[in-house]
């Protein structure tokens, strides 16, 4: 089975942009179940439709498999309001990419670095701009933020 091994953590100051290019990423959720998620994400003329299972932690399994392009912009019509808006920066520490994402749309203002790991007991080093770890704050996954956009809990 695919597995997704991954940590999440704030982001507290901006020293990772002098190291960073961003791509632009749309996604949106086809159907939000605590057992399952079914995503459809285009990034540029790319794009993958994803079912991810229950996490366990930073343990998940993940299927991930290309679609056309324009086969993605029709289903991110029948996704869940709001989509999921957000520039992806790729920056490397410490041997390891980190993905910090900087959202937009219902959910400016957040942004999150992520580590994908080979196992779960991996501890990476941490860069200074990464602030605490949200891997089990279930606020900060992407398909919450659907239901719960930052704008909300943010002024709450």
């Keep these: 089975m695919p597995l997704e091994i991954e940590r ?4 507290i100051n901006d020293r990772w942009r002098d ?13 939000l179940d605590p057992e399952r998620t079914v995503r459809v994400r285009v990034v540029a003329d790319q794009a993958w439709l994803t079912i991810k299972g229950v996490s366990r932690g930073s343990v998940r399994s993940e299927y991930e498999y290309s679609i ?5 912009v029709e289903l991110l019509g029948m996704c869940l309001p709001p989509l999921i808006e ?11 990419t980190w993905e910090v994402d900087e959202f937009s749309g219902e959910n400016t203002g957040l942004v999150i ?6 196992s779960a007991e991996q ?12 891997t089990d704050d279930v ?6 933020l659907v239901r ?8 709450a």
């Design 86 to 96: 957000k520039t992806r920066y790729c920056v490397m520490h410490a041997g390891l």
């Design 19 to 31: 190291h960073a290019a961003g791509s632009r990423y749309v996604q949106g959720y086809l159907a």
């Design 139 to 144: 606020r900060y996954y992407k398909a919450s």
């Design 68 to 72: 056309p392009a324009d086969h993605a």
């Design 123 to 134: 501890m990476p080093e941490l860069p200074d701009w990464v602030g605490i770890e949200v």
């Design 8 to 11: 999440k953590y704030t982001v």
């Design 148 to 155: 719960h956009p930052y704008r909300l809990w943010r002024n």
């Design 113 to 118: 670095a992520e580590i994908e790991l080979d």
